[in-house]
């Protein structure tokens, strides 16, 4: 009986968040246009927070220089490195590319603290002297991050909206063909790009990444406190958040992309992972605000987003749950001379399990043309089971919560 009930309500949870899924995916067909209204010349500066980043950095950083744009500069945050993270960032063109070193015991506390830290050394070095806070735009690369050379041009024009506070870009991973996981990855985040990213434009719950993320100055400005960013693992999907609830707007850019590498271990991808999903977790403390201060349509939204964590707890019994129904109706047909196993047995889980790839299929088709819709339609079933790491990532990014531990899980670069 408990079992059926696991199996019936996990099912129900899988449904109803289908047809949620599937409003999105419906609404992230819409097409928004814009036209240019207000030009202004803005600068942008590009925050790299690094730790021991020497294999990945030198690229990154030539990739920014290289950029096409008038007014720009990169802000290089070496938080405690003990190999050439600095010394490769010093070798680079002294007028795009300052650096900023932090040592312990104040270095290595996380993402978001070596980010204040690096703002807090823009306004007291003078470095911002002359550009109004309306038309400074940071913008947070990670070392890994190679940006798409029209990546400027292609933000530019959500800033001219001064209700914009911050606008994420895609993201892609560049080692896409080395692997069956490396192109998991870059699915993934294709799809949460184009559909769920691309639907929240028209809810105005749009979420910011750890990469590619650009903010308006001022908006950053009206957070408060010691700096923007939490000392969250999630710390990007803490700003998101913040930014809306005091009456920014989130954009999405479609057109332009950040791409970063891939984690070709499955062990370090869960690691990955788990950090993320404790992250989510922390980010409950956000409910309160999101229901005081975010408008109805956007704070359903977001409260549907932070509850993921749950969600994908409570899916991971599924599979369990099916198996062992599965072998109690097995063992009953069996007793009573009936055909082992119903046709519904096999269609309804696929129903459950597989609708999606097909949309996520069509998505990624349109990216990657080259694979074609039939291949990618396969590798979107095959999706399908690459999303069961983060069962394991969940519990362990549970575990961890449960325990007390908060250190950063930083990824290893290859």
């Given at each position: 009986?408990?079992?059926?009930?696991?199996?019936?309500?996990?099912?129900?949870?899988?449904?109803?968040?289908?047809?949620?899924?599937?409003?999105?995916?419906?609404?992230?067909?819409?097409?928004?246009?814009?036209?240019?209204?207000?030009?202004?010349?803005?600068?942008?500066?590009?925050?790299?927070?690094?730790?021991?980043?020497?294999?990945?950095?030198?690229?990154?950083?030539?990739?920014?220089?290289?950029?096409?744009?008038?007014?720009?500069?990169?802000?290089?945050?070496?938080?405690?490195?003990?190999?050439?993270?600095?010394?490769?960032?010093?070798?680079?063109?002294?007028?795009?590319?300052?650096?900023?070193?932090?040592?312990?015991?104040?270095?290595?506390?996380?993402?978001?603290?070596?980010?204040?830290?690096?703002?807090r050394h823009l306004r007291e070095s003078g470095l911002l002297v002359g550009h109004d806070p309306e038309d400074i735009v940071l913008c947070v690369v990670d070392a890994d991050g190679r940006l798409d050379p029209h990546v400027v041009q292609s933000v530019d024009p959500?800033?001219?909206?001064?209700r914009t506070g911050a606008v994420q870009v895609c993201v892609r991973m560049y080692n896409r063909g080395q692997g069956l996981l490396a192109r998991m990855q870059d699915m993934e985040f294709v799809v949460y790009g184009d559909v769920f990213q691309s639907a929240r434009r028209f809810i105005g719950s749009v979420g910011m990444g750890g990469n590619g993320?650009?903010?308006?100055?001022?908006?950053?400005?009206?957070?408060?406190?010691?700096?923007?960013?939490?000392?969250?693992?999630?710390?990007?999907?803490?700003?998101?958040?913040?930014?809306?609830?005091?009456?920014?707007?989130?954009?999405?850019?479609?057109?332009?992309?950040?791409?970063?590498?891939?984690?070709?271990?499955?062990?370090?991808?869960?690691?990955?992972?788990?950090?993320?999903?404790?992250?989510?977790?922390?980010?409950?403390?956000?409910?309160?605000?999101?229901?005081?201060?975010?408008?109805?349509?956007?704070?359903?939204?977001?409260?549907?987003?932070?509850?993921?964590?749950?969600?994908?707890?409570?899916?991971?019994?599924?599979?369990?749950?099916?198996?062992?129904?599965?072998?109690?109706?097995?063992?009953?047909?069996?007793?009573?001379?009936?055909?082992?196993?119903?046709?519904?047995?096999?269609?309804?889980?696929?129903?459950?399990?597989?609708?999606?790839?097909?949309?996520?299929?069509?998505?990624?088709?349109?990216?990657?043309?080259?694979?074609?819709?039939?291949?990618?339609?396969?590798?979107?079933?095959?999706?399908?089971?690459?999303?069961?790491?983060?069962?394991?990532?969940?519990?362990?990014?549970?575990?961890?919560?449960?325990?007390?531990?908060?250190?950063?899980?930083?990824?290893?670069?290859?």
């Open positions: 009986m408990i079992i059926e009930l696991l199996l019936w309500a996990s099912v129900s949870l899988i449904v109803l968040a289908g047809c949620y899924n599937t409003s999105l995916f419906l609404l992230s067909r819409r097409r928004i246009r814009r036209v240019r209204t207000d030009r202004r010349e803005r600068f942008y500066v590009f925050l790299l927070a690094c730790l021991n980043e020497e294999r990945v950095l030198s690229e990154s950083l030539a990739r920014i220089i290289s950029l096409p744009a008038g007014n720009f500069m990169a802000l290089v945050i070496d938080d405690g490195s003990d190999d050439r993270t600095s010394e490769i960032a010093l070798a680079a063109d002294p007028d795009r590319v300052r650096v900023h070193r932090r040592t312990l015991p104040n270095a290595r506390r996380g993402k978001g603290a070596a980010l204040n830290d690096g703002v959500y800033f001219d909206d001064p993320q650009f903010m308006r100055l001022s908006a950053l400005n009206t957070l408060g406190g010691d700096g923007p960013w939490s000392d969250s693992l999630t710390e990007d999907l803490d700003l998101g958040v913040r930014l809306i609830a005091k009456g920014w707007t989130n954009q999405h850019c479609t057109t332009a992309s950040v791409s970063q590498q891939a984690v070709l271990s499955l062990r370090r991808l869960i690691r990955q992972r788990s950090r993320w999903f404790q992250g989510h977790l922390q980010s409950a403390g956000l409910v309160p605000l999101i229901l005081r201060d975010v408008p109805t349509r956007p704070a359903l939204d977001l409260l549907y987003h932070l509850s993921s964590p749950v969600l994908i707890l409570l899916t991971s019994l599924l599979p369990l749950s099916f198996l062992v129904a599965l072998g109690a109706t097995t063992v009953a047909s069996i007793q009573e001379g009936q055909p082992l196993v119903s046709p519904m047995w096999l269609l309804g889980p696929y129903l459950l399990s597989f609708t999606a790839a097909y949309a996520y299929g069509f998505v990624y088709a349109r990216r990657e043309r080259d694979l074609g819709l039939v291949r990618s339609v396969l590798l979107a079933h095959v999706f399908v089971f690459y999303g069961y790491i983060w069962f394991a990532a969940g519990w362990w990014g549970f575990w961890r919560m449960l325990t007390g531990k908060r250190t950063w899980l930083k990824t290893a670069r290859t």
